[in-house]
């Protein structure tokens, strides 16, 4: 990786307009947190990435299909461009309706014992909703948190929930697997960078941490969102050229 | 939150000083902890920002600079800065900067505070000034070297062979040639381990042969009752007087009551052997250079035992410099055997750490050869070259490798007439240039080894004259005195090495010694002394009272220190048969030597501080 090649293609084709998404659902939604969160609203698309607030977010979840699979654990930091304030962050323990298999275990390290003093997903939604309001989610790889939280809200609330994410992975890809070096590397059989987290991350300098903590995950997106901007992107880059 | 198995708190664990902490208060630091990434070349504290954080290095690197934009510090994992402008409630007044793409833990003020206050280690540790604790501690270690001795134990070579009282002196004599030794121990018939009797060689001879007894008299009838025995814990030239004054050659050691051990008359001579008086007098008599080279083993003995006899570094620098200057003496007379007394009169000199007295057991050669002025080329050219090719070859061999540098007596440009060395010196005086001044740190301590010694004086009083009346050549002297900075953070965390074979390690000479023998040094010219010693140097410069009270006797302190840890550092590797250097890693040595080390360095980078003030070397040349 070149360490400052910018992004040429944008992430966002723009063609989902997030304000107009809130307004409606502020409108539209039953469930009173669900309201609340819709009504503090998400940044305009043209608010420079200095002045967003952030929240990293990371799932443990028994598997990866959201129609099926459960969320297990959930960790959030909020952050900014400046300074990622671990010190806010928060973490959940939550207890799956379907009782876990063996095999999850053994990725996530979540137990039954652990899960025995878990939460309901239930009593975690209006904490979780509070801590995303007002902020824009920032997740590696985007197709586990926002299906398995529209679900976990759908299958007990009956509503789901939307909102834009900013994906390091899908700008990581960008940088890796888009570019014209990239693709002629394609072609000539030269595998692709990997793009996962850890990865990713060696090649901002950034350290080696333990993965499949949700938590610690999440810490660790958020670090390696602050090491994309500073090489690829500006702090005067609109949040609407990359979220998603 | 539950933080066992988080990211950050593995880190504090593993770092001093929070490592100290007990661990709910480190989980509650872990969790208090806010991050930030900044890609290299990133300014992270700027001159006059606000800053409440300490700022601690998770990964990458960081410079902090001094406000004339001079480099201060690097730190490294674990390094910790931006404390100064928080304490003091102040803007920022050294700015720190992201040398590699670089993650900052920040722990707020207040947590920081509270810490500070409620944990004395941890607080002791952050104090920045504290030099009291170092001085206290060479003191007591110069008490030591009054004993200069070491434990009996320290002779045993094996455990003691005890016979029964009832076994016959046939029986005796068999087991003494088995065993290869020349006495036995004698044991009580039913207590098989108290020891009530000695006898040895002599015994059979005398008691037994020249009496004519019978093969069979018992052990009991011929040994001597009640030995005279010495404890472990005496030492040895107590075990010295002990078989003097008894004239007996075997002398028992108990511990606790119980024989662990005999110590012989030869085993005495031999310790005396390791003696660095004894390997000069081999050097002399060594009939060629692998006869010198041969005396390695006896020169590293003779330096761990003055080592463990608990010498001053003074002591131990000089000695081992004598060794190396006899060596060089040697060699040259070897070399004069061989092709002949020399056709005008030279002089060889010592550079560098040998001419201070400052010589330990890894050191490579530097060294020169000043000729008589009638020198000419043509006629004596070769002469000198193969007489300098002898000796350094021979160095080289007596484990004195050749300098990397080339500053030998085989270079052409250090084998030159007296008229020439006193130009070079007067040029490097007069227009310093980087090159000279460099050169300035090894041939401005110089001495004369073999031949005419007094041109070696009479360059050192050029020097000091010279030197002292240029105020330019000083300060320039000064800017090479502080290149290299002692490996301290802004909270006197160790900065180590980062890669490299020695990743991990803090080199003692390159940031410890030698940084303040370059200072002492430039000390040490501007007050005119001739001395090449550093101690003897600080002497002068503390009677010349240009120093703050108080900083002379600091200075020599921490260069005594720091000296006495890469010394016993040496003495460890040759003890295991390493190949001894002057890395350390900080986490191998004890928290005692730790943070007296840590003083030590403080009291370095403060010096530095101050000479750039005494002599500023910010001056264009």
Known sequence: MSNSTPIKTPLSDGSVDWLLNFERGAKQASSAFLKAYYQSSVPAADTPLSRVPFLAMDFETTGLDASRDEIVSIGVVPFTLERIHYSQSKHWLVKPIAPLNADSVVFHGITHRDLDEAEDFENVIEPLLKVMAGRVLVVHYRYIERPFLYRALEQRINEGVVFPVVDTMAIEASLCRS???????QKLGIKPESIRLGDSRMRYGLPNYPSHHALTDALATAELFQAEVAYHLSPETPIGDIWL | MEVEQLEILTFLKDHVPFRWLPEEELSKVATEIDVSYFRAGATILEVGQTNSDIHIVRSGAVEIYLRNGELFNRLGEGGMFGQQSVLTKSPVRFPAKALDDTLIYFIPYALFIELFDRYERFSDFV????????????TRRQDANELMTSPVNKLITREPVLISESATVKEAACLMSEEDISCLLVADAQDSVSMIGIMTDRDLRTRVIAQGLDYTTLVRHIMTPAPITIDSSHFVFEAMLTMLTHNVHHLPVLHLGKPVGVIGISDIIRYESHNSLFVVSSIFDAQSVEEISALIPDIHASFTRMVNEDANSHMIGSAMSVIGRSIKQRLLALAQEQLGEPPIPYCFLALGSMARDEQLVLTDQDNALILDDSYNAELHGEYFLKLARFVCDGLAECGYSYCTGNIMATNTRWRQPLSVWRGYF????????????LNSSIFFDLDGVWGQTEWADELTALIAKKAQASPHFLACLTRNAINRKPPLGFFKDFVVEKDGEHRNTINLKRRGTAPLSDLIR??????????????????????????????GPDLRDALEFISMVRIRHQALDLEADRVPDNNIEPEQISPFE????????????????FIVIKYPPNRRF
């Open chain 2, 127 to 138: 104090e920045l000034e504290n030099n009291k604790r170092l001085s206290h501690t060479v």
């Open chain 2, 594 to 609: 730790r943070r007296n080390l840590k003083d030590a360095f403080q009291i370095v980078a403060n010096a530095q501080k």
């Open chain 2, 426 to 437: 007067t040029e490097w005086i007069e227009q310093p240039t980087p090159e000279s001044l």
């Open chain 2, 522 to 551: 430039v000390y040490a010219l501007a007050v005119g002394s001739t001395a090449q010693n550093s101690f003897e140097r600080l002497d002068d410069i503390i009677a010349a009272n240009i120093l703050p009270p108080g900083r």
């Open chain 1, 179 to 185: 570019s014209m070096w990239a693709r002629i590397k």
